[in-house]
């Protein structure tokens, strides 16, 4: 920058008007030259970054589809297993229900060959046609109640498993399951067991034990031999079985009979099995119906097409979508941007603030309207330019270019700022408040100084105006305190004068009745010492009042601040014949107060009580004044002082201004007592106030703090 851009503009400067926009212009150019260039890795990441934010969404979208269409195959899967696996358990549970039925036909009929107390062989005949009906039942036996066979029948399907038994053992399952009948007065299953075959192989059987009972007596069984095989092809639809296999296995999985679309040849429909079970509990006995089904997997195809095409939809309309919100979003986003530069210029041109801009090389960036008005240059001649600036007052030139070598090496700036003084265009000296900030770019890199100034020329005037006006205000002040203390002590001292008076007319006629009365004189005099003393405590205590600080404050008991007042009570008292009671409760903390003003407020309250009841209607006049514990807590303790009388009351219009100054319902008086009282009151952190003494008269109130209990150190709530 050449010589004549760093010498502040002089008277000369209109001279060069013409050349000013040129000038300006090459030094906004050079300005912009001298910047330096980002590296380039910084462009990069920034290209980076926005490359993400492009395709990032798009990329997202592409997951959220691979996604939805994963997820819809796996759950039509998972939907077509269910389905096939609800079929096969409710179809277990149909083959359970049919084989139960079944048996429990099979006890009736058992039951019924004894029908009629046939012979051995009646009842064998009956039972072979049982037999050719029932080819799950492998033999019938007739026993009697030493397990003695007495008749016996084998199903003409099979050759014979054994001869005639007489009298022959019986298996040990056989015997365990009879005895459970005759416990249970019921039938009862035996458990699984083989039996050798001569033709074949061995086969799995399962015997029953039905008791038989006449008159309640046991007199034999009928016992039942099944074939776990043939129970499952007779006894279970043939629907169930066509396309599945059902078995019979123990609770530990033990298979004991198969039978279904396996044992006829039919080929499995696929490779993936699916199972269910049901439990048969039956009496004695426990077996476990399986039912198998072969299925293929899901197909696959099918599902992966309709998913494919409800994804491309979805995915088409959440394009559509997310393109239409973006376009809104740009769009709203350049309006608001407008919107937001234009708003930006109208408040820079409304403030009254100054602004500036400084890059780091201390060179002027940026000047709004108010920090041109304020040094009386255009901004044009001030952007660009850099130390020693032309609105420095030259000589304090070279304090401020000290003070922005500290700014530009790093010192942070004060955030509550500092004064200066800059020079306007015409000479003029004006204080300013300067606050600077470092000044960020949107990459958080930290490119300049950001300045707000603030003139403080009408501050400073505003201020000065102020102290006159203040030091105007005390002097009025002090005169309305003046009259305010002749007020208050007017009235104050009425008392105690009115007091001493009475005292000295006693006196004087005590005088007048010889020389054998000096012990009452004493006494006189004495009181008029005491009234002259408590006037002047009045006059200090007032003034204090007056001045707004604290009056000397102790621990004094509620008994000694009434009998203070007694005398002067009972004075009035006789002469208005009103009957004074106090009620003091036993063992009262002290109340922290000032006693001369407290006394006071007692005194006021007990003659406006007295003053209340001077009505020739009023016959018996009864005073009282009462001391008792008011609600309290571990923190705070209070005393309650109440003063009740049977005047008139109080009306509503009277009760709305009782407490304001200079408002009284007597001829003679000021209006000053009771809004002294209460200001009193206050003062001591109490409350003063009033309620109806039923039947008739007022009951006015007030409280004090107390010394907290086991307090040594005098602390009080």
């Not at 063992?587 to 407020?601: K, S």
Request: hydrophobic share 45%.
């Amino acid at each position: 920058m050449d010589a004549a851009h760093d010498t502040p503009p002089g008277p000369a400067a209109s001279a060069q008007g013409a050349a000013a926009a040129p000038a300006a212009a090459v030094r906004r150019r050079r300005a912009l030259k001298d910047l330096p260039l980002r590296p380039y890795a910084r462009v990069t990441v920034r290209w980076l970054a926005a490359l993400w934010r492009r395709w990032a969404l798009w990329g997202l979208l592409m997951v959220l589809v691979g996604a939805v269409l994963v997820t819809l195959v796996w759950l039509a899967g998972r939907y077509e297993a269910s389905q096939v696996q609800g079929k096969l358990e409710r179809d277990t549970a149909d083959a359970a229900t049919d084989i139960r039925a079944a048996l429990a036909r099979n006890v009736e009929s058992l039951r019924a060959l004894q029908a009629g107390s046939p012979g051995a062989e009646e009842w064998e005949g009956r039972a072979t046609t049982l037999l050719r009906e029932h080819r799950e039942i492998m033999r019938i036996e007739w026993r009697n109640d030493a397990m003695a066979v007495v008749a016996a029948a084998d199903t003409p399907f099979r050759a014979p498993l054994f001869g005639a038994l007489p009298g022959g053992g019986v298996p040990s399952e056989v015997a365990l399951a009879c005895g459970t009948a005759r416990r249970l007065n019921g039938p009862a299953y035996a458990s699984t067991y083989f039996m050798p075959r001569p033709d074949g192989p061995d086969i799995k059987v399962m015997e029953v034990c039905v008791p038989l009972a006449e008159a309640g007596r046991m007199h034999g069984f009928v016992l039942a031999m099944y074939s776990l095989q043939e129970m499952l092809v007779d006894l279970v639809g043939a629907q169930l079985t066509r396309s599945q296999e059902i078995s019979f296995t123990e609770p530990d999985g033990t298979r004991l009979a198969l039978h279904g679309a396996a044992l006829h040849g039919a080929a499995r429909r696929g490779t993936r099995r699916f199972t269910a079970q049901q439990l048969m509990d039956l009496p004695g006995a426990t077996l476990m119906l399986r039912m198998d089904n072969w299925h293929s997997a899901p197909s696959v195809f099918p599902n992966v097409l309709t998913a494919l095409v409800t994804a491309m939809s979805i995915a088409l309309v959440s394009v559509l979508v997310l393109l239409a919100k973006d376009t809104r979003r740009r769009l709203q986003a350049e309006h608001d941007l407008a919107d937001a530069l234009a708003f930006r210029k109208a408040m820079e041109d409304s403030l009254i603030t100054g602004l500036r801009a400084r890059d780091l090389q201390g060179r002027l960036t940026y000047v709004n309207p108010a920090f041109c008005d304020m040094v009386g240059f255009k901004a044009e001649e001030l952007l660009g330019l850099s130390t020693p600036l032309p609105y420095w007052p030259p000589e304090h030139a070279d304090e401020y270019q000290r003070r922005q070598a500290t700014r530009f090496a790093g010192a942070p700036p004060s955030r509550e700022g500092f004064e200066s003084v800059f020079m306007h265009r015409d000479g003029t000296r004006f204080p300013v408040l300067i606050m600077e900030a470092p000044l960020i770019n949107a990459d958080g890199l930290h490119t300049g100084w950001m300045g707000a100034f603030l003139d403080l020329s009408e501050q400073r005037r505003v201020e000065e105006l102020s102290r006159a006006s203040q030091e105007r205000l005390q002097a009025t002040a002090r005169l309305a305190t003046v009259g305010e203390m002749a007020s208050l002590m007017s009235h104050e001292l009425n008392q105690p004068l009115a007091a001493i008076a009475s005292y000295a007319t006693g006196s004087a006629n005590l005088l007048q009745q010889g020389p054998g009365v000096v012990a009452d004189l004493e006494i006189a005099m004495r009181r008029i010492a005491e009234q002259a003393d408590r006037a002047g405590r009045v006059i200090r205590s007032v003034h204090d009042f007056v001045r707004r600080r604290d009056q000397a404050r102790e621990y004094v008991h509620a008994q000694a601040l009434l009998d203070a007042i007694m005398p002067l009570v009972i004075l009035q008292a006789r002469k208005l014949g009103v009957r004074v009671h106090t009620r003091v409760d036993a063992q009262l903390p002290p109340v922290l107060c000032d006693a001369t003003m407290v006394e006071q407020v007692l005194l006021n309250l007990a003659r406006n009580a007295m003053q209340s009841m001077d009505d020739p209607a009023i016959v018996e006049r009864p005073l009282v004044i009462q001391v008792r514990r008011a609600v309290s807590n571990a923190t705070s303790g209070w005393l309650e002082f109440s003063v009740a009388d049977v005047g008139p009351g109080i009306s509503d219009s009277v009760a709305a201004r009782l407490f304001t100054p200079f408002f009284t319902t007597k001829a003679e008086g000021m209006g000053l007592g009771l809004s002294l009282c209460r200001t009193v009151v206050e003062q001591h952190g109490g409350y003063l106030g009033f309620t109806a003494n039923l039947p008739r008269g007022t009951v006015f109130t007030f409280t004090l703090p107390t010394k907290k209990p086991g307090s040594a150190d005098g602390t009080y709530a």
